[in-house]
């Protein structure tokens, strides 16, 4: 039976959902898993000069944490392989993970790097990394993503698999609606006026709606989720944890571009930031004049119960890997691990 460490940092957002979804995934195999949320004590094997902060602080910075520090590196050492989740292009800036420290401190053991996407499909985010100076691919011995589709489609090779998410261990599955309800992402600096249109719309319709405007639990969010009958996107998305999680909820996904979701495009081919084709689970509108009149649409034929179902049931249609996680690929990832065939770049 094989240990994996999954690390993240403890915030919400998309990489806690990568660890806690991967966790219970690898379980599903008959292998160990277990999460730790210190992903940050790999920053701190840098010195304060990579890290652009004070020498004197940052040593007592590190201080304060290296008993901590200590016993979680000691720890992973009883560990087959530690997968990182994390964002892109963060995890690869020079200043975030040290990887090559960390990788000593562990016995040399494999890391892996989970993320919504693949670096090698996202060529506007690899090339900011290049001239930037930053590490790319070989900072981690193998490549694990939710989506085959960035910017770009790509074929799944070494270093890299397509497994998916198991989002259903999320417990998120369709229910009921008690209204037609829409619910506004939040504000993004530069989209103001898409929003601001939704908004104007809603209003006029006397459509109920939920803007969210605060930081909530995860709790809190999925409540929210779950009570929505539209979910609008605010601005180009590489992959969406929101959308994922909407569309489980049995919440169709509205958006003024079928370019904004990049990573549910269906085309076989797509252009970088291009449009593409994007299934019934999605409300794509032209203008504020189209915007209303697929509202209006939806809202009379939306039924509370038999709706919801339908959405989710036709994004699993089209994404099965999204919900179900990609099991054989998750499975080709552990026997590399345990035959010893995944890369170690150092």
């Known amino acids: ?70 016993l979680f590196f000691s720890s ?5 392989a530690v997968i990182v989740c994390s964002c892109t292009p963060y995890a690869f800036y020079k200043h975030s993970y040290n990887v090559k420290a960390f990788k000593k401190k562990i016995d040399n053991k494999p890391v892996l790097y989970y993320a919504v996407q693949y670096l090698e499909n996202s060529p506007t985010i690899k090339k900011r990394l290049v001239e930037g100076g930053h590490d ?7 490549h694990l993503t939710v989506s085959p589709i960035t910017e770009l489609r790509g074929t799944p ?25 829409v619910v506004v992402d939040f504000l993004r600096p530069g989209y103001e006026q898409y929003r601001e ?15 969210l405007e605060k930081p909530y639990s995860m709790e809190e969010i999925r409540a929210i989720y779950q009570k929505a009958s539209v979910y609008f996107i605010q601005f180009p998305e590489a992959y969406g944890m929101p959308i994922a ?57 939306y039924h509370l119960e038999n709706t919801p179902k339908a959405v989710f049931d036709n994004f699993f249609a089209h994404y099965p890997s999204f919900y179900d996680g990609n099991m054989p690929a998750l499975k080709e990832v552990l026997g590399r691990i345990e035959s010893g065939t995944i890369t170690h770049p150092y």
């Not at 010195?47 to 004070?54: D, F, L, Q, S």
């Not at 719309?201 to 939920?210: D, Q």
């Not at 085309?267 to 915007?291: I, M």
């Open 157 to 181: 090779a070494p270093p890299w698999s397509q497994i998916g998410l198991y989002l259903k261990s999320s417990g998120l599955v369709p229910m009921p609606r008690k209204e037609f309800l």
């Open 245 to 301: 999680e909407c569309l489980a909820c049995g919440s169709y996904i509205g958006t003024p571009h079928s370019a904004w979701a990049m990573s549910w495009r269906l085309d076989e081919k797509v252009e970088v930031h291009g449009p593409g084709t994007l299934p019934e689970c999605f409300l794509v509108y032209d203008n504020e004049d189209d915007l209303r009149e697929k509202l209006i649409v939806l809202r009379d034929k």
């Open 76 to 80: 992973l050492k009883n560990f087959d």
């Open 1 to 70: 039976m094989l240990k994996i460490a999954i690390v993240s940092g403890p915030e919400n957002g998309s990489p806690k959902v990568l660890s806690a979804t991967l966790e219970k995934f690898i379980l599903n195999t008959g292998n160990y898993a277990r999460k730790f949320y210190r992903v940050k004590a790999l920053t701190r094997l840098f010195p304060a000069k990579t890290v652009n902060e004070n020498k004197l602080l940052w040593i007592v910075f590190k201080l304060l944490h290296f008993i901590g520090d200590s």
């Open 136 to 142: 790319l691919l070989g900072r981690y011995d193998w």
């Open 197 to 211: 249109i939704q908004l104007k719309v809603l209003k006029e319709l006397n459509i109920a709606y939920i803007s």
